[in-house]
Protein backbone atom coordinates (compact mmCIF):
# COMPACT_ATOMS: atom_id res chain seq x y z
CA UNK A 1 0.00 0.00 0.00
CA UNK A 2 1.37 3.08 -1.24
CA UNK A 3 1.52 5.96 1.84
CA UNK A 4 2.89 8.90 -0.19
CA UNK A 5 -0.61 10.45 -0.68
CA UNK A 6 -2.70 12.22 1.70
CA UNK A 7 -5.18 9.53 2.04
CA UNK A 8 -2.38 6.94 2.30
CA UNK A 9 -0.44 9.35 5.28
CA UNK A 10 -3.55 9.12 7.13
CA UNK A 11 -4.44 5.41 6.63
CA UNK A 12 -1.22 4.50 8.32
CA UNK A 13 -0.82 7.34 11.23
CA UNK A 14 -4.56 6.16 11.97
CA UNK A 15 -3.10 2.80 12.14
CA UNK A 16 -0.29 3.45 14.23
CA UNK A 17 -2.28 5.74 16.72
CA UNK A 18 -5.02 3.28 16.95
CA UNK A 19 -2.85 -0.06 17.63
CA UNK A 20 -1.01 2.31 20.41
CA UNK A 21 -3.92 3.05 22.28
CA UNK A 22 -6.38 0.17 21.18
CA UNK A 23 -9.41 1.96 20.06
CA UNK A 24 -10.15 3.70 16.40
CA UNK A 25 -10.85 7.37 15.63
CA UNK A 26 -11.01 8.70 12.46
CA UNK A 27 -10.96 12.47 13.57
CA UNK A 28 -6.98 12.04 15.44
CA UNK A 29 -5.16 13.17 11.34
CA UNK A 30 -6.87 16.76 11.45
CA UNK A 31 -4.91 18.18 8.40
CA UNK A 32 -1.67 16.98 6.39
CA UNK A 33 0.06 19.00 3.90
CA UNK A 34 2.94 18.34 1.67
CA UNK A 35 4.99 21.72 1.54
CA UNK A 36 5.68 22.84 -1.97
CA UNK A 37 9.21 23.19 -3.61
CA UNK A 38 10.71 26.19 -3.53
CA UNK A 39 10.28 25.74 -7.67
CA UNK A 40 6.67 24.92 -7.56
CA UNK A 41 4.67 27.42 -9.63
CA UNK A 42 1.46 29.09 -7.49
CA UNK A 43 -0.59 27.05 -8.99
CA UNK A 44 1.10 23.62 -8.82
CA UNK A 45 -0.13 20.87 -6.56
CA UNK A 46 2.78 19.69 -4.06
CA UNK A 47 3.41 16.50 -4.23
CA UNK A 48 4.90 14.25 -1.51
CA UNK A 49 8.71 14.31 -1.44
CA UNK A 50 9.08 11.75 1.80
CA UNK A 51 7.89 13.93 4.29
CA UNK A 52 4.62 15.71 5.42
CA UNK A 53 3.13 18.26 7.89
CA UNK A 54 0.10 16.87 10.06
CA UNK A 55 -2.57 18.25 12.82
CA UNK A 56 -3.47 16.11 14.95
CA UNK A 57 -6.53 16.76 17.65
CA UNK A 58 -4.96 15.72 20.35
CA UNK A 59 -1.94 16.30 22.06
CA UNK A 60 -1.25 12.59 23.29
CA UNK A 61 -1.88 11.24 19.59
CA UNK A 62 1.10 13.90 19.16
CA UNK A 63 3.72 12.83 22.19
CA UNK A 64 2.27 9.20 21.45
CA UNK A 65 4.18 9.29 18.05
CA UNK A 66 7.09 11.54 18.81
CA UNK A 67 7.91 8.77 21.39
CA UNK A 68 7.17 5.84 19.59
CA UNK A 69 8.84 7.20 16.40
CA UNK A 70 11.56 9.60 17.46
CA UNK A 71 13.64 11.69 14.68
CA UNK A 72 17.10 11.20 16.42
CA UNK A 73 17.49 7.91 16.19
CA UNK A 74 19.15 5.47 13.92
CA UNK A 75 17.08 2.52 14.25
CA UNK A 76 13.78 1.68 16.19
CA UNK A 77 12.91 -1.44 17.94
CA UNK A 78 9.30 -1.97 17.12
CA UNK A 79 7.11 -4.53 19.31
CA UNK A 80 3.75 -4.43 17.45
CA UNK A 81 3.18 -6.45 14.84
CA UNK A 82 0.69 -4.97 12.86
CA UNK A 83 1.45 -4.77 9.11
CA UNK A 84 1.28 -0.65 9.02
CA UNK A 85 4.05 -0.49 12.11
CA UNK A 86 6.41 -3.28 10.56
CA UNK A 87 6.26 -1.32 7.26
CA UNK A 88 6.61 1.98 8.42
CA UNK A 89 9.71 0.67 10.32
CA UNK A 90 10.98 -0.93 6.95
CA UNK A 91 10.41 2.65 5.66
CA UNK A 92 12.07 4.41 8.64
CA UNK A 93 9.81 6.68 9.70
CA UNK A 94 10.53 9.26 11.89
CA UNK A 95 8.61 12.11 13.73
CA UNK A 96 9.26 15.52 15.26
CA UNK A 97 7.57 18.52 16.29
CA UNK A 98 6.58 21.52 14.19
CA UNK A 99 8.66 23.57 16.27
CA UNK A 100 11.63 21.58 15.63
CA UNK A 101 10.45 21.37 12.13
CA UNK A 102 10.41 25.29 11.86
CA UNK A 103 13.83 25.70 13.51
CA UNK A 104 15.51 22.90 10.94
CA UNK A 105 13.98 25.15 8.06
CA UNK A 106 15.84 28.67 9.37
CA UNK A 107 18.84 26.72 10.00
CA UNK A 108 18.49 25.09 6.30
CA UNK A 109 18.07 28.97 5.24
CA UNK A 110 21.14 30.56 6.58
CA UNK A 111 23.66 27.57 5.58
CA UNK A 112 21.97 28.11 1.64
CA UNK A 113 21.74 31.93 2.51
CA UNK A 114 25.73 31.66 3.36
CA UNK A 115 26.71 29.47 0.42
CA UNK A 116 25.07 31.86 -2.45
CA UNK A 117 26.52 34.67 -0.72
CA UNK A 118 29.61 32.94 -1.13
CA UNK A 119 29.22 31.97 -4.71
CA UNK A 120 28.22 35.76 -5.13
CA UNK A 121 30.94 37.34 -3.45
CA UNK A 122 33.73 35.09 -5.69
CA UNK A 123 33.84 37.07 -8.44
CA UNK A 124 37.50 36.63 -9.60
CA UNK A 125 40.16 34.36 -8.89
CA UNK A 126 42.43 35.31 -5.84
CA UNK A 127 46.44 34.92 -7.28
CA UNK A 128 48.77 33.55 -4.17
CA UNK A 129 51.96 32.48 -4.21
CA UNK A 130 52.44 29.10 -2.50
CA UNK A 131 53.92 28.52 1.08
CA UNK A 132 56.57 26.86 -0.19
CA UNK A 133 57.66 28.85 -3.20
CA UNK A 134 61.45 30.10 -3.37
CA UNK A 135 62.28 33.50 -3.13
CA UNK A 136 62.67 33.77 -6.64
CA UNK A 137 59.59 32.44 -7.79
CA UNK A 138 57.19 35.04 -10.18
CA UNK A 139 54.18 34.92 -9.88
CA UNK A 140 52.05 36.55 -12.76
CA UNK A 141 49.22 38.69 -11.53
CA UNK A 142 46.51 40.37 -14.13
CA UNK A 143 46.73 44.03 -14.13
CA UNK A 144 43.94 45.58 -12.19
CA UNK A 145 41.88 47.21 -15.41
CA UNK A 146 41.93 43.82 -16.77
CA UNK A 147 40.14 42.20 -13.55
CA UNK A 148 37.83 45.28 -13.55
CA UNK A 149 36.77 45.68 -17.22
CA UNK A 150 37.65 41.98 -19.00
CA UNK A 151 34.07 40.57 -19.66
CA UNK A 152 33.71 36.44 -18.40
CA UNK A 153 33.55 33.95 -21.64
CA UNK A 154 29.79 33.81 -22.37
CA UNK A 155 28.64 30.65 -24.09
CA UNK A 156 26.76 30.43 -27.23
CA UNK A 157 23.35 31.10 -27.42
CA UNK A 158 22.21 27.88 -28.82
CA UNK A 159 19.02 25.00 -29.36
CA UNK A 160 21.69 22.41 -26.92
CA UNK A 161 23.04 25.33 -24.90
CA UNK A 162 23.42 24.29 -21.30
CA UNK A 163 21.41 27.58 -20.44
CA UNK A 164 20.70 30.92 -21.55
CA UNK A 165 23.86 33.02 -21.10
CA UNK A 166 22.99 36.53 -19.24
CA UNK A 167 19.32 35.80 -18.26
CA UNK A 168 19.81 35.63 -14.38
CA UNK A 169 19.46 38.38 -11.88
CA UNK A 170 20.72 38.64 -8.50
CA UNK A 171 18.91 41.18 -6.05
CA UNK A 172 19.43 41.69 -2.21
CA UNK A 173 17.56 43.53 0.12
CA UNK A 174 14.26 42.39 -1.07
CA UNK A 175 11.47 42.31 2.39
CA UNK A 176 12.51 39.16 4.11
CA UNK A 177 8.41 38.22 4.65
CA UNK A 178 7.48 39.20 1.07
CA UNK A 179 6.66 36.22 -1.81
CA UNK A 180 6.88 35.24 -5.57
CA UNK A 181 3.68 37.12 -6.81
CA UNK A 182 4.59 40.28 -4.87
CA UNK A 183 8.45 40.08 -6.34
CA UNK A 184 6.99 39.43 -9.54
CA UNK A 185 4.60 42.28 -9.65
CA UNK A 186 7.30 44.64 -8.55
CA UNK A 187 10.08 43.68 -10.84
CA UNK A 188 7.47 43.43 -13.88
CA UNK A 189 7.28 47.26 -13.75
CA UNK A 190 10.55 47.42 -15.68
CA UNK A 191 8.71 46.23 -18.93
CA UNK A 192 5.62 48.87 -18.53
CA UNK A 193 6.80 51.25 -20.23
CA UNK A 194 9.07 49.45 -22.73
CA UNK A 195 5.99 47.90 -25.47
CA UNK A 196 9.09 45.94 -27.08
CA UNK A 197 10.31 44.10 -23.98
CA UNK A 198 6.51 43.56 -22.57
CA UNK A 199 6.06 40.07 -23.40
CA UNK A 200 7.25 37.26 -20.98
CA UNK A 201 10.08 39.42 -19.90
CA UNK A 202 10.16 37.94 -16.63
CA UNK A 203 9.96 34.23 -16.69
CA UNK A 204 10.65 32.98 -12.86
CA UNK A 205 11.36 34.61 -9.50
CA UNK A 206 13.15 32.11 -7.39
CA UNK A 207 12.65 33.49 -3.98
CA UNK A 208 12.76 31.25 -0.67
CA UNK A 209 10.59 32.84 2.49
CA UNK A 210 13.01 34.15 4.72
CA UNK A 211 15.69 35.67 3.13
CA UNK A 212 16.27 38.98 2.19
CA UNK A 213 18.29 37.81 -1.22
CA UNK A 214 16.19 36.59 -4.43
CA UNK A 215 17.39 35.24 -8.34
CA UNK A 216 15.13 36.51 -10.80
CA UNK A 217 15.48 34.41 -14.57
CA UNK A 218 14.64 36.55 -17.27
CA UNK A 219 13.50 34.86 -21.27
CA UNK A 220 16.45 36.96 -23.01
CA UNK A 221 20.01 39.11 -22.34
CA UNK A 222 17.89 42.17 -23.50
CA UNK A 223 15.23 41.62 -20.62
CA UNK A 224 17.56 40.91 -17.87
CA UNK A 225 19.81 43.87 -19.00
CA UNK A 226 16.97 46.59 -19.16
CA UNK A 227 15.63 45.04 -15.54
CA UNK A 228 19.39 45.83 -14.18
CA UNK A 229 19.52 49.44 -15.78
CA UNK A 230 15.95 49.89 -14.81
CA UNK A 231 16.44 49.39 -10.99
CA UNK A 232 19.64 50.76 -10.81
CA UNK A 233 18.28 54.27 -12.21
CA UNK A 234 15.14 53.91 -10.41
CA UNK A 235 16.46 53.30 -6.04
CA UNK A 236 13.64 50.74 -4.97
CA UNK A 237 13.12 48.94 -1.17
CA UNK A 238 9.93 47.51 -0.14
CA UNK A 239 8.60 49.08 2.97
CA UNK A 240 6.45 46.03 4.04
CA UNK A 241 6.27 42.12 2.73
CA UNK A 242 3.58 43.09 0.13
CA UNK A 243 5.02 46.02 -1.39
CA UNK A 244 4.25 46.12 -5.13
CA UNK A 245 6.02 49.37 -5.55
CA UNK A 246 8.93 50.05 -4.25
CA UNK A 247 8.62 53.75 -3.45
CA UNK A 248 10.26 53.50 0.04
CA UNK A 249 14.46 53.82 -0.36
CA UNK A 250 16.01 54.41 2.56
CA UNK A 251 17.67 50.90 1.65
CA UNK A 252 16.85 50.05 -2.15
CA UNK A 253 17.11 46.66 -3.26
CA UNK A 254 20.92 46.14 -5.45
CA UNK A 255 20.65 44.26 -8.43
CA UNK A 256 23.26 42.47 -10.38
CA UNK A 257 23.37 40.28 -13.68
CA UNK A 258 24.80 37.17 -13.30
CA UNK A 259 27.76 36.06 -15.71
CA UNK A 260 31.15 33.52 -15.64
CA UNK A 261 31.17 31.40 -12.74
CA UNK A 262 28.50 32.53 -10.98
CA UNK A 263 26.09 32.17 -13.64
CA UNK A 264 27.33 28.59 -13.82
CA UNK A 265 26.75 27.85 -10.37
CA UNK A 266 23.32 29.09 -10.14
CA UNK A 267 22.09 27.25 -13.26
CA UNK A 268 24.03 23.94 -11.71
CA UNK A 269 21.32 24.19 -8.73
CA UNK A 270 18.09 23.96 -11.51
CA UNK A 271 16.83 20.63 -13.29
CA UNK A 272 17.93 20.16 -16.75
CA UNK A 273 14.40 20.00 -17.97
CA UNK A 274 13.69 23.63 -16.47
CA UNK A 275 17.43 24.65 -18.16
CA UNK A 276 16.28 23.09 -21.98
CA UNK A 277 12.60 24.95 -21.13
CA UNK A 278 15.04 28.22 -20.44
CA UNK A 279 17.45 28.03 -23.36
CA UNK A 280 14.12 26.70 -26.06
CA UNK A 281 11.87 30.16 -25.20
CA UNK A 282 14.82 32.37 -24.99
CA UNK A 283 15.88 30.75 -28.97
CA UNK A 284 12.17 31.34 -30.06
CA UNK A 285 12.20 35.03 -28.73
CA UNK A 286 15.51 35.82 -30.06
CA UNK A 287 15.32 34.42 -33.72
CA UNK A 288 11.91 36.55 -33.74
CA UNK A 289 13.85 39.61 -33.52
CA UNK A 290 17.25 39.11 -32.03
CA UNK A 291 20.66 37.57 -33.33
CA UNK A 292 20.76 33.62 -32.55
CA UNK A 293 22.81 30.89 -33.53
CA UNK A 294 20.73 27.55 -34.10
CA UNK A 295 21.99 24.51 -34.99
CA UNK A 296 20.13 21.49 -35.76
CA UNK A 297 22.76 18.12 -36.97
CA UNK A 298 25.39 19.43 -38.74
CA UNK A 299 24.00 22.63 -40.72
CA UNK A 300 23.96 26.00 -38.73
CA UNK A 301 22.34 29.29 -39.49
CA UNK A 302 22.73 32.48 -38.27
CA UNK A 303 19.72 35.26 -38.06
CA UNK A 304 20.60 38.76 -37.82
CA UNK A 305 19.34 41.38 -35.69
CA UNK A 306 17.07 43.20 -38.07
CA UNK A 307 17.91 47.27 -38.66
CA UNK A 308 14.96 49.88 -38.44
Excluded at 27 to 56: M, S, W, Y
Aim: with cysteine.
Amino acid sequence: MSHRSTAGVALLLSALLDGATGHADSRRVQVILFPPHFQDEPNDVPKCKGFALVTLSQVTDVNQLLSAWPWDLQTIEITSTSEEAQEAAKSGLRTLSKTRWDQLQDEYAAYRQKLLAQAAESTHPVFRAAPSAPVSAAVSIPEPSRLRHEPPTVPTLTASAPYPPDCVVYVRHVHHETNKTTLRTLFSAAFRDHSSLASDGLDYVDYTKGLDTCYLRLTTPAHSQHLVSHFASHPTAQSEALDTTGAHSDQPMTVELLQGTKEEIYWGQVPEKVRRQAVTKAVSLLADGGEVEQTEGNEAGRKRRKRH
